[in-house]
């Protein structure tokens, strides 16, 4: 097993959006069947459309921010402190910012 990876070395694959670039581990590949990790860049103003999952997810934002239609909550996540989770099943649509998070006036968190 491969306890260290480089996150430019994962396999990319198409996400079916010009905007959107990502990079996928799959860790059945690496000895740990019950992980996989995406990395998604997005671009501003883009995002997946309304989608759901039969799995949860974990959304952990690196740089910029994103704006998270979860269910019946609107999420705003900015870099490095916020985390957004979305259940398995609950619709969910990401759209990433083209704010910078310092120039946001906007509330974080949820809101209904």
């Given at each position: 097993?491969?306890?260290l990876l480089n996150p430019d070395a994962l396999p990319t694959f198409a996400s079916g959006q010009a905007g959107i670039r990502a990079?996928?581990?799959?860790g059945i590949d690496h000895g740990v069947p019950g992980v996989s990790l995406i990395l998604n860049e997005t671009d501003p103003d883009d995002g997946a459309p309304l989608h759901r999952h039969a799995y949860d997810e974990l959304f952990v934002i690196e740089e910029g921010c994103c704006d998270f239609r979860i269910g019946d909550l609107s999420v705003h996540a900015t870099p490095r402190s916020d985390c957004a989770l979305a259940g398995a099943g609950s619709p969910q649509l990401p759209e990433s910012g083209a704010r910078s998070p310092a120039d946001d006036s906007r509330p974080?968190?949820?809101?209904?």
């Amino acid at each position: 097993m491969n306890y260290l990876l480089n996150p430019d070395a994962l396999p990319t694959f198409a996400s079916g959006q010009a905007g959107i670039r990502a990079r996928i581990l799959n860790g059945i590949d690496h000895g740990v069947p019950g992980v996989s990790l995406i990395l998604n860049e997005t671009d501003p103003d883009d995002g997946a459309p309304l989608h759901r999952h039969a799995y949860d997810e974990l959304f952990v934002i690196e740089e910029g921010c994103c704006d998270f239609r979860i269910g019946d909550l609107s999420v705003h996540a900015t870099p490095r402190s916020d985390c957004a989770l979305a259940g398995a099943g609950s619709p969910q649509l990401p759209e990433s910012g083209a704010r910078s998070p310092a120039d946001d006036s906007r509330p974080r968190g949820a809101t209904g």
